[in-house]
């Protein structure tokens, strides 16, 4: 009946007005007033089983393809930031099994989350934030036992989770090798040996079970050991490559949202005898916004199918996404907030209140899993291996073609091709200078206006000086240097750019006439391209700035244009 899973769960949780009554705005907006678990609203999500999306077919689920539970993630988080950061986190706790855990582990644990068992992952530490080396919770061996003694913090579904992937530090003097995972099932714990720590006061997501989990002599069997005692680090680091991609869907979620806020706020709202969404300078806001938001879905897009496609690459696309597609998404919310004006403040007489909710819950995206430095300084270590890539001027064509071609379902994931280094470098900024290359052969044939070609050729110019210097060492043993934090930026623009031109490459030629017109003479693709040049600091032509304007004037009502559609279709639209 429906194309996509995240389509049944679009019709499920109902338009905006007419939402299914754990997802009314009011009524979540009261549970976060309340700093209440939205339990009705992950009890909806459970009974249409999005907990088995979670879970690889492998292990009894439906996780075929990443792509389609960004998708999912992104349904929900268009809703309400806090549900989805509440149900998803299942997901995250399970992540580490699924990469390095056995067939008998990876099995009880798909059941156990089939059966609506929720989930965490007890990575940080009171006092150690991202600095897992730090951790002091630790496992000793006891005969068939490990014994867990310390505390994890500021963990999500600490204590409504019934199992806990816990980080534990199995070597005494620590170090990369010196920390184990295990995965641990409360309801087997003895009394006494454990306790629940209490819930955190949060300024976003107010509603979620953000606490965490003590350990006094808990034994726990040998079997909940995943991987080797000294692979824990690595794990982590490898799971986190799957995690913080899917955390792009919560700031496309949010992006969705806050942009249909300020679309319906500009069309309604009259101001000086004109509806505001008239005025030249509004009209040009609105335009700017939604072009960031394109940005990071044609981040976003390609970061997930590179999952499937590019797995090896995925330490350099994880920590890219992670740190750029937050920080565009919370730029297009600020703005949001700066067009409302007091009505962004308020909790009940502008929209239920749902944009000062999402703005709170927003900005804990950026934190999760790694915040925007550690990801960039994750992109800086590898800056030797992605310019010796560039200079080879070698890319992974196959895994590119198939990352961009929306309309064909990906390869399956393959886990074990997680590395923590990406030694080819990456193949989408690698890939640049043919997509340019393209882009002026269909300029030339006139199905690109001119423009596009430029903005292209700008870009591909600030991508080989950006090479250069990163051929340079950025660090030294002990400290990097903030031109080095600069130049990752500049880095995940430049990969924002090229996603950009291959998706609009992917689609067969001809496609374009028969898309809305977003697609129709590469409008969106104009209109992104712009805004990465526009973040670089490349000069431009003033005059081009028109194309946001006409980018406001081709988004319908009731329904913002997506990039993910098969090429032979209209893009899917998004009802938040």
């Given at each position: 009946m429906y194309a996509t899973a995240a389509d049944a769960l679009e019709f499920e949780l109902g338009a905006p007005g007419n939402e299914h009554t754990s997802f009314r705005p009011a009524y979540l907006a009261e549970l976060d007033q309340r700093e209440e678990f939205p339990s009705a609203a992950c009890k909806f999500l459970d009974d249409f089983g999005l907990n088995r999306y979670y879970v690889p077919p492998e292990w009894g689920g439906r996780l075929r393809d990443y792509t389609e539970l960004a998708q999912l993630l992104r349904t929900v988080a268009r809703r309400d930031l806090t549900v989805a950061v509440a149900h998803g986190k299942t997901f995250l706790g399970a992540a580490s099994v699924w990469v390095a855990g056995n067939p008998e582990q990876a099995e009880r644990l798909g059941r156990l989350i089939a059966d609506g068992a929720v989930v965490s992952w007890g990575l940080t530490e009171r006092g150690h934030g991202s600095d897992l080396l730090a951790g002091q919770l630790t496992a000793t061996p006891v005969t068939g036992h490990w014994r867990l003694d310390g505390e994890k913090w500021l963990i999500n579904n600490a204590t409504r989770g019934r199992a806990v992937c816990v980080l534990a530090r199995t070597d005494p003097a620590g170090g990369p090798r010196g920390f184990g995972l295990f995965l641990v099932d409360k309801r087997h714990l003895a009394d006494g040996s454990w306790t629940s720590l209490p819930k955190v006061p949060t300024h976003g997501i107010r509603g979620a079970d953000i606490s965490g989990i003590g350990f006094d002599g808990?034994?726990?069997?040998?079997?909940?050991?995943?991987?080797?005692?000294?692979?824990?680090?690595?794990?982590?680091?490898?799971?986190?490559?799957?995690?913080?991609?899917?955390?792009?869907?919560?700031?496309?979620?949010?992006?969705?949202?806050?942009?249909?806020?300020?679309?319906?706020?500009?069309?309604?709202?009259?101001?000086?005898?004109?509806?505001?969404?008239?005025?030249?300078r509004i009209r040009r806001i609105l335009g700017e916004m939604h072009a960031t938001r394109l940005?990071?879905?044609?981040?976003?897009?390609?970061?997930?199918?590179?999952?499937?496609?590019?797995?090896?690459?995925?330490?350099?696309?994880?920590?890219?996404?992670?740190?750029?597609?937050?920080?565009?998404?919370?730029?297009?919310?600020?703005?949001?907030?700066?067009?409302?004006?007091?009505?962004?403040?308020?909790?009940?007489?502008?929209?239920?209140?749902?944009?000062?909710?999402?703005?709170?819950?927003?900005?804990?995206?950026?934190?999760?899993?790694?915040?925007?430095?550690?990801?960039?300084?994750?992109?800086?270590?590898q800056?030797?291996?992605?310019?010796?890539?560039?200079?080879?001027?070698?890319?992974?064509?196959?895994?590119?073609?198939?990352?961009?071609?929306?309309?064909?379902?990906?390869?399956?994931?393959?886990?074990?091709?997680?590395?923590?280094?990406?030694?080819?470098?990456?193949?989408?900024?690698?890939?640049?200078?043919?997509?340019?290359?393209?882009?002026?052969?269909?300029?030339?044939?006139?199905?690109?206006?001119?423009?596009?070609?430029?903005?292209?050729?700008?870009?591909?110019?600030?991508?080989?000086?950006?090479?250069?210097?990163?051929a340079v060492r950025q660090r030294s043993a002990r400290s990097v240097p903030a031109s080095a934090f600069a130049r990752a930026e500049r880095y995940e623009l430049c990969y924002a750019a090229a996603a950009c031109l291959r998706l609009w490459l992917a689609a067969p030629r001809g496609a374009h006439g028969t898309q809305p017109t977003?697609?129709?003479?590469?409008?969106?693709?104009?209109?992104?391209?712009?805004?990465?040049a526009t973040r670089l600091g490349l000069p431009l032509d003033p005059e081009d700035g028109e194309i946001y304007d006409r980018l406001v004037e081709h988004t319908p009502d009731g329904g913002l244009p997506t990039l993910l559609s098969t090429p032979h279709g209209e893009p899917a639209r998004s009802t938040p």
């Open positions: 808990a034994l726990i069997p040998d079997t909940a050991l995943v991987g080797a005692p000294g692979d824990g680090i690595e794990t982590v680091l490898k799971a986190l490559q799957l995690t913080r991609t899917l955390c792009v869907a919560l700031s496309l979620g949010a992006a969705d949202t806050a942009l249909r806020i300020a679309l319906d706020y500009a069309r309604t709202r009259t101001l000086y005898g004109r509806r505001l969404g008239e005025l030249p940005v990071a879905e044609a981040t976003g897009i390609m970061a997930v199918r590179s999952t499937h496609t590019l797995t090896g690459e995925m330490s350099v696309t994880s920590a890219i996404a992670k740190a750029l597609v937050p920080e565009l998404v919370q730029g297009v919310v600020d703005r949001v907030a700066e067009l409302l004006g007091l009505r962004g403040y308020l909790t009940e007489e502008f929209a239920d209140g749902v944009f000062a909710k999402l703005d709170r819950d927003h900005r804990v995206v950026s934190i999760f899993d790694g915040n925007t430095a550690v990801n960039r300084n994750a992109l800086i270590d800056f030797p291996l992605l310019a010796a890539g560039y200079r080879r001027g070698r890319y992974d064509e196959e895994g590119v073609h198939r990352a961009a071609g929306l309309g064909v379902p990906p390869p399956p994931f393959t886990p074990d091709r997680l590395a923590l280094l990406s030694s080819g470098g990456c193949s989408l900024v690698q890939s640049l200078p043919d997509a340019v290359d393209r882009i002026h052969a269909q300029a030339g044939e006139g199905l690109l206006p001119p423009q596009i070609a430029a903005l292209a050729d700008s870009i591909e110019r600030e991508t080989d000086t950006l090479h250069g210097e990163l977003v697609w129709q003479n590469g409008l969106w693709l104009h209109a992104c391209l712009r805004t990465i």
